[in-house]
């Protein structure tokens, strides 16, 4: 029974799969699920002990930083630097990269996450989440990690995965393997249980995730798109359903599941026509989980996973979901006219 596995054993069992494997990269996963247990246990209580609302900060993104952000990070951060196997951190809400004190000779991990996604929400008790991703250094080990350890593209993560606080908590991951798999924490025996095996998104869906509200700043292709779903046509399975959460990672889990199609595209005209979306803290990780699950992601005019990235926190548009819809979406970016592109 799926029920009576837990993430532990999971771990272990993949870990006999692999040869070689040291249990490094498997104590590295378990301690993240570790964190958000801890980050669940603060979530489900924070009205109760003055965690919700603003810090009065502002994060390098230039956004106001919840209580919980700053908490959530400071989880992951001392988390990860515990047992000498990470040797740089890159977090959403930090400006720079994170050296843990105390680095192992044979530190070879990397870890990019957005600790608390979503926390605009988090004062409304909507579903919010922690995304993660873990790459290999690429310099020599036992040497201070250089920008292009911290700067890989998504083709060369080793795992990635997220976890959502809502209604029950989930942590979902997958690995270079290509499986992804689904844990739900049992709060009666704190550990996370395996709940979906082997999770593979419809190749189409019929929910559409995007806010609207920014449609009058989006190239005609993606309105086409939009149009396109929205027209009811039986034999075609359309309309499409419109949901939208405004958390990432909750759109993105839930159309895992269903199938559909979550759109942030970028900006013709402002500060957003390079995307909002960042690609090491959101859009990688959840590109590989979604991929190895049989679906796409976009940046509209190619994989997600093939960017070099520049910066550190560097931002991306981002089609992702069911493979149909997300092929459908790139046709009409790349046939839509040159002027149109703005």
Known sequence: MNSMVTIDRHILEEEKSVPGATGAFSDLIYSIALAGKIINREVSRAGLINLLGKTGGVNVQGETVAKLDDYANDVLVNTLSQGGRVCVIGSEECAEVIHPPNVGKDAKYVVHFDPLDGSSNIDANVSIGTIFSISERV??????PTEEDVLQPGTRMIGAGYIVYGSSTVMVYTTKKGTVNGF???????????SHQNIRTPTRGKILSCNVGHSQYWEPAVDRFIRQVTTEDKEAGLPYTLRYIGSLVADVHRNLLYGGIFLYPPNVRGSLHRGKLRLLYEANPLAMVVENAGGLASTGAGRVLDLQPTALHQRTPLYIGSRDDVL???RLIREQAPEERG
């Open 328 to 330: 459908e979406i790139e």
């Open 184 to 194: 739900t924490l049992d709060p009666s025996v704190g550990e996370f249980l395996r």
């Open 139 to 144: 310099t020599p080990l036992n040497t201070t």
